[in-house]
Nanobody, 123 residues
Framework: EQLVESGGGLVQAGGSLRLSCAASERIFSEYGMGWFRQAPGKEREFVCTITQSGYNTDCAASVKGRFTISRDSAQNTMYLQMNSLKPEDTAVYYC?????????????????WGQGTQVTVSS
């Protein structure tokens, strides 16, 4: 199964970006998904997660109120809307899919991963 992220880039602090994750129809019809990020020298960390239905979502405390996760089954695409970006949000962002319908908070709960997209927030 293939996941393809897009939408990363360079933005000033306080700005916004929307990341997209295109996936196969099977992933969208069957699995929960999520976003993770990894900064240089740091471990991969949880950002947001969404159930297969899209009805339940959750995000890390560090991004709650600024980031929103969503999914569009008609487009087979998951999104991460990032507002009020901070320099500490700078990282490579990865989308991932589970092989179950629920949310997941740890990388080992996910089976399929995208290649990552760089987000850089300048101060």
């Amino acid at each position: 199964e293939q996941l393809v992220e897009s939408g990363g880039g360079l933005v000033q602090a306080g700005g916004s970006l929307r990341l997209s994750c295109a996936a196969s129809e099977r992933i969208f019809s069957e699995y929960g998904m999520g976003w993770f990020r990894q900064a240089p020298g740091k471990e991969r960390e949880f950002v947001c997660t969404i159930t297969q239905s899209g009805y339940n979502t959750d995000c890390a405390a560090s991004v709650k109120g600024r980031f929103t996760i969503s999914r569009d089954s008609a487009q087979n695409t998951m999104y991460l809307q990032m507002n009020s970006l901070k320099p500490e949000d700078t990282a490579v962002y990865y989308c991932a899919s589970r092989t179950s319908v629920g949310v997941g908070y740890r990388p080992d709960q996910y089976t399929y991963w995208g290649q990552g997209t760089q987000v850089t927030v300048s101060s």
